[in-house]
């Protein structure tokens, strides 16, 4: 698609409309700049940015599961375990202070990542166990490590004292670091999953396993790359979330995991498999973010936030079963 | 029989998605009767029986049932009236025990528990009845095939069945099991039961019916008193339709053998298997449903396990089957379920013709060739001249079976292989569809590609195939040439697995 092509007026007002979460963003950023006290400030729009940076990379990672029909719970232990091993490496390891304890706390915290979603592909694929099952079990397991590590290389809850030169990636100085970070991470997302064969089979695969096992797609390969890939972008999260909070904390995360299946949910991936994608959970991520924004700002009790969400993603989730289940009919009367 | 029939089917039509299945089908069942009722797969025993139980409507037609209209419309209208079903998987549950399967739709209940000892009572009735040795608490389970089927036998009779269906009894039974539900049905007949048996063994409905109706492609055929028949009899009025369908023929060279099957067994299958295809040939493969054609195929391919065997393609040994080393080796797969396994519904044309050869369109970094896997699937569609308006925004779910068919053959096709496997590759598909798919699959055979052709169409089978392989219970029992075919005997090989002169 040319550059042309992209701005056309009439495609713009096509995909608007082909995507009514753009219009209800459009329409509560626009509404709340005008009613909401507070919203229009530099300050609150730098702070909404920065918060759907952070849920931005982890949902991604979460939504390449989900394209296969699964989830992956463990994603927020993996921001958890990252962020104390990683504040360890840099406070308190023999080489804290250094740049090259930076370099290898960001290396190990994704690391973690990626070998805390080898364990869940390993187990989805080759021991066939359900997705839910293994990363609940995975997600207590590692978010007990995490507090357990913490709490025999510190007294303190948290780990502090990290190098200045790390809060960069959490916006500090730099304020455009983490954005420049999770654009970067949405883009090559968003690629992968539409230009590159991997993407491809992502979709297929998420739709019809035994069809493509019969076509020579290897579809345990694709299911195994997608939890690793998802403990991978929740490595890169924790980098940046460990970097914002300045510290490590063992319990980092521990309630981001109804944000994240609520922005997938309500950016329109199919909780079925096989449909949605990066541009869907970048629509979710910012309406989440802005949503809890707003109501922060309108000094809404959590509880409220909490039942406005619980409905939305219900309405979202029925909304989806409603156009699945016409698809499954369509599909039989064929 | 003079008395006047318990259940009446007149000129019963019935369509699917526009195809006309049952073509004004004729049944009557006398009181304490036993009626047979024989045809060839898809001659519409199973869709008869399935409107009979309420499972499907129909279009036209009336059924009596003891002199009233019945139309059911749900399977539960069916039991109300008294008719039950004996299939070949039997509906009971296996971890519950003799009593409770009786009762498993409406448990006795005694105040807010279940009244154990009234289901036990009755199904004590049953076992004094049938001279069972078990106890009402053993576990279905624990049962052989033989007593299970009884058990379901008594479920029927407990909701006052009054028409029993068997369809395929006696599959899973040995033959002593057989015996004794000969006999169990004779006991039925006799307390006034009417039973209609379904079954492609033809000595047991001869020996076991009083009347045998005939279904022939949705028709049926007549009905005869079995005393005035004998088997061949039945075995042409099977089959013996004439050939009134036109197949398009080519000119075509048969060449060397490209694949060749040594000794292959599959997995959940004793019986070892060969056979070979040679380039330019259409091999049909024939025979009665569960005769283990799809299964053999499946595993050939590597889509299901096998325990060994030879396999050969064009000379080059292939060990161990998967679809992707067979894809390699340039052989190709349409299944016989194209939505579950040949298709992708909820996905475009597009996604579904290149999805095969996707990983021979990538570039660097593993980035798909958009403007290429574009043309190629243009080029499919029309080559196959699949009806659409676009194939990158066109879903596969909105096209009509025969398009579908083509799709699926489309996605192979681009993989450009020496091997076509075709399971029912016709099936669901209108009379203009069927013809193109015909043409094509003699196209390709012209170019030298061999195919084997899964078809429970005889005459499909016998239209366009070069040579014709029977399959009778997991083993090729019959390789027929061109020049030998001939309906009676094919038919014969697939019921009985060869043939005997005895009437």
Known sequence: MSLKETFDKKRVAGRLLGSPILLVIIAMAVLSAAFVPNFATLYNLKNLLLQTCDLLIISLGVTFTVLNGGLDFSSTSVLALSSVVGAYIMALSPL??????ILLAIVVMVAIGAAVGAINGFSVVKLKMPSFIVTLSTQLFFSGMAIYFTSKVTDKASIMGLPSAFYRIGGEKAFFLPIVIAAAVFLVSHWLMTRTIFGRHVLLVGTNPKSCHI??????????????????????????????????????????????????????????????????????????????????????????????????????ALADILSNRRKNYAAAAA | MSSQPLLQLDNIHKSFYGAEVLHGVNLDLCPGEVLGLVGENGAGKSTLMSILGGVYGFDSGTMRLGGEVYTPATPN????????????????????????????????????????????????????????????RTRVESLPMGVRQIVEISKALEKDAKIIIFDEPTTSLSPKEKEELFEVIGGLKARGVSIIYISHILED???LCDRTTVLRDGNSVGTFQNSALDKR??????????????????????????????????????????????????????????????????????????????????????????????????IAYVTENRRQEGLIMPKTIEENVTMVVLDRMTGALGVVDRSREKRTALDLVKKLTVKTSDPQRQFVKNL????????????????????????????????????????????????????????????????????????????????IPKAAFDQERIIQYALEGGISDAG
């Open chain 1, 96 to 101: 804290k202070g250094t740049g090259l304890s």
């Open chain 1, 215 to 316: 076509s020579g797609i290897n579809v345990k390969r694709v299911v195994f790359l997608l939890f690793l890939l998802s403990g991978i972008y929740a490595g890169a999260a924790s980098v940046v979330l460990t970097a914002r909070n300045q510290a490590g904390i063992s319990s980092l995360g521990d309630k981001m995991f109804i944000d994240i299946m609520s922005s997938i949910i309500i950016g329109g991936t199919s909780i079925f498999g096989g449909s949605g994608g990066a541009k869907h959970t970048l629509y979710g991520v910012i309406f989440i973010t802005m949503l809890s924004n707003v109501m922060n700002l309108l000094g809404m009790d959590w509880y409220v936030l909490s039942l406005v969400k619980g409905f939305i993603v219900i309405i979202a």
């Open chain 2, 77 to 136: 209208d069916a039991t109300r009236a008294g008719i039950a079903f004996i299939r070949q998987e039997f509906s009971l549950f296996s971890n519950l025990t003799v009593a409770e399967n009786l009762f498993v739709d409406r448990f006795p209940r005694r105040g807010l528990s279940v009244d154990n000892k009234k289901m036990e009572e009755r199904a004590q009735v049953y076992i004094d009845l049938f001279r069972l040795d078990i106890s009402p």
């Open chain 2, 205 to 207: 409905v001869m020996r």
């Open chain 2, 233 to 330: 009899e039945i075995i042409r009025l099977m089959v013996g339709r004439e050939m009134n369908q036109v197949y398009p023929t080519i000119e075509k060279e048969i060449g060397e053998p490209i694949y060749e099957v040594r000794e292959f067994v599959r997995s959940g299958s004793r019986s070892p298997v060969s056979l070979e295809i040679r380039s330019g040939e259409i091999v049909g493969m024939f025979g009665l449903m569960g005769a283990g054609r799809t299964e053999l195929l499946s595993s050939l391919f590597g889509a299901e396990p096998s325990e060994g065997g030879e396999i050969l393609v064009r000379g080059k040994a292939l060990t161990r089957p998967t679809p992707t080393r067979c894809i390699r080796e340039g």
């Open chain 2, 400 to 479: 009509s079976g025969g398009n579908q068919q083509k799709v699926v053959i489309a996605k192979w096709v681009a993989s450009e292989p020496k091997v076509f496997f075709m399971d029912e590759p016709t099936r669901g598909v209108d009379v203009g569809a069927k013809y193109e798919i015909y043409t094509y699959i003699n196209e390709l055979a012209r170019e030298g590609c061999g195919v084997l052709l899964v078809s429970s169409e005889m005459e499909e089978v016998m239209g366009i195939c070069d040579r014709i392989l029977v399959m009778y219970r997991d083993r090729i029992v019959a390789d």
